[in-house]
């Protein structure tokens, strides 16, 4: 199982991005997944996640500016960052729940399954 998240770049305070976590061999739609980010000399944390029934979930951080999505037909999860601060400058990583059923979102340790990262930094 190999995940993806691309999307990433340089953009100025207020700007938007849109992280796509994509799999070979591995359908996103079927399983949990979720966002993290890790900035440097900082824990890795929780952003969202979308749960294989569709529920989404959002650090109180996040709430209002992030959305997260999929495309069960392209198998795409995306999380569209809307308003984006210097703080969210991070390196973000998608990861899958492949056991299912109730999970801590917010958890890294529930995810068995992680992406290489892709680096957003955003200016002031």
């Known amino acids: 199982v190999q995940l993806q998240a691309s999307g990433g770049g340089l953009v100025q305070t207020g700007d938007s991005l849109r992280l796509s976590c994509t799999s070979s061999?591995?359908?996103?739609?079927?399983?949990?997944i979720g966002w993290f980010r890790q900035a440097p000399g900082k824990e890795r944390e929780g952003v969202s996640s979308?749960?294989?029934?569709?529920?989404?979930y959002y650090a109180e951080s996040v709430k209002g500016r992030f959305t997260v999505s999929r495309d069960t037909s392209k198998n795409v999860v995306y999380l569209q960052m809307n308003s984006l601060k210097p703080e969210d400058t991070a390196v973000y990583y998608c990861?899958?729940?492949?056991?299912?059923?109730?999970?801590?979102?917010?958890?890294?340790?529930?995810?068995?399954?992680w992406g290489q990262g892709t680096q957003v930094t955003v200016s002031s």
């Open positions: 061999g591995f359908t996103l739609g079927s399983h949990h």
């Open positions: 990861a899958a729940n492949s056991a299912g059923g109730p999970y801590l979102w917010g958890l890294f340790a529930e995810y068995d399954y």
């Open positions: 979308i749960s294989d029934a569709g529920r989404t």
